[in-house]
DNA sequence: TGGGATATCGTGGGAATTCATGGTCATCAA
DNA sequence: TTGATGACCATGAATTCCCACGATATCCCA
């Protein structure tokens, strides 16, 4: 499960560590998978059981009919088609190739989120603002098994 | 089941002891999940179980069309991104992260308050107020079971 | 029922380990 | 050779672990 925020440096030669908790929770294959977001400037990542999991969940969605074959193409594409396995070093590194970099307007530091089954990569500041949003939005949010109700 | 109430010491290297009736409801895992709430100045918390339960109900309520999937990632990003799990040593104790005692004006001590399925930490003293303002709101709350009936 | 022995619990301090990060050294392609 | 890539060592700071103490609570047997 990955839990938890931490903002760790990007070197010159655009390492970065991978947080020892999430290394945890990663198990013995020592790499992640990373991949741009569709939706924003900020990478997303899991281990290999999630990237199986999506890739299932495409399958099953087009035998149910829920998603067409056409769709489901189309996030082959964003998804496998840019993702790239990161493997770490002893010391719990990974290279950010130059164009994940780019995407999530990375330059001396990133910040990793655990979201559970996944992760993402933000640019520090950029993780700041947006938390700030959600933070009135579960404000607002119908309670979830009595924690956090308004 | 998190019972009673407790304050403990936090030390020079921001230590504090779980109360030993709280490791006996954690079962063997020698840790505890906690995060800053977003509705006040504490903390909450709880074992793996619960974290694992908030989980599945944010992938419900998403499934079952309760909720929206940007109000989820929210929910996950407040949550699961700022959540920590903090394990304790033999003695019992865990080291409360600086961001966690700013969040909730922890100094010297901390109160554990127990609340079934998660228990809460707060400043000792906006405890106390704060419970002085729940009495009287429960007294005019209709009795459950026939307990704390005036 | 009293009173001493025993266990438990919270707390202090120091030792050992982990972690992130800078750097070096091989390997391979251009 | 140069430049990129990947693996391994070094280091200092931060974290975690473990032992010791004292106080409180619990137990047990007279």
Sequence with gaps: MFLSTSTNTIDAKGRTSVPSPFRDALGDD???????????????GGGEALMK??????FDRVADGSL????AEAQQ????????RLSYDKTGR???PEA?????????SA?????????????PEAHETRKAAMRES?????LIMGVERP
Tied chains: 1, 2.
């Design 53 to 58: 999991a999506l890739q299932r969940e495409i």
């Design 68 to 71: 067409a074959p056409v769709a």
């Design 138 to 142: 579960v404000r607002s949010t119908p």
């Design 94 to 96: 990974i290279v950010l």
């Design 111 to 123: 910040t990793f989120v655990g979201l559970g089954n996944r992760f993402q990569v933000w640019e």
């Design 100 to 108: 994940f970099r780019d995407h999530a307007n990375l330059s001396n």
């Design 30 to 44: 020592a790499a992640v998978f990373i991949w741009p977001s569709v939706r924003g400037d900020f990478l997303e």
């Design 77 to 84: 594409v964003m998804l496998l088609g840019e993702a790239r």
